[in-house]
C-alpha cells in the first residue's frame, strides 16, 4: 500500500481558477486516486491548526493554485509541509487556450473540461510518485 498524499488546493472562492482547482482535487480524492490521496481545507494551514499541520508535515503534498500568487503553495511551505510539486491552474489555461471558463459563481463547460485536464494531470503526478519516478 502506498502512502497517502495530500492535495491542498487553493481557496480562492468566487473566482473561477479557485474553482477549479478545487473541482481538480475532488475529482482525484473522490474517483481517480481514491485511498491513494486526500485533501484538507487550505485555511485551517493558515490558521495554524495543529492536526493539519501535522498531516502536511507527515505526508507528500501537492499544491493547486488557481493563480501566480501561490497562496497553496506557500501556505504549505510555511507549515513544513513535504510538499512533492505544485500545479498552477493559470498555466494549464496557457497550455489550452480555446478553453476559458466564463463564470466565477459556477464552472460551465469550459470550466470543467480545464478541472478534467489538470486531474488527470495531477493522477499521472501521483502514480510517479508511487513508482519513485520522481523525489518526494
Do not use: W
Not at 15 to 38: H, M, N, P
Not at 68 to 89: D, H, I, M, S, Y
Not at 98 to 118: S, Y
Amino acid at each position: 500500500m502506498t502512502e497517502l498524499i495530500f492535495i491542498i488546493p487553493c481557496s480562492g472562492i468566487g473566482k473561477a481558477f479557485g474553482t477549479i482547482s478545487r473541482e481538480a482535487t475532488y475529482q482525484v480524492v473522490e474517483d481517480l486516486r481514491k485511498g491513494e490521496t486526500d485533501t484538507l481545507c487550505l485555511s485551517l494551514l493558515v490558521i495554524g491548526d495543529e492536526d493539519s499541520n501535522h498531516l502536511v508535515q507527515s505526508h507528500r503534498c501537492i499544491a493547486i493554485d488557481g493563480c501566480p500568487l501561490e497562496c497553496a503553495k506557500k501556505n504549505l511551505q510555511l507549515a513544513g509541509a513535504k510538499l512533492t510539486t505544485n500545479f498552477r491552474v493559470v498555466d494549464l489555461l496557457k497550455e489550452h487556450q480555446n478553453l476559458k471558463p466564463k463564470n466565477i459563481t459556477f464552472l460551465d463547460q469550459e470550466g470543467r473540461e480545464l478541472a478534467k485536464l489538470l486531474a488527470d494531470q495531477i493522477a499521472a503526478k501521483i502514480d510517479e510518485l508511487n513508482r519513485g519516478e520522481i523525489d518526494s
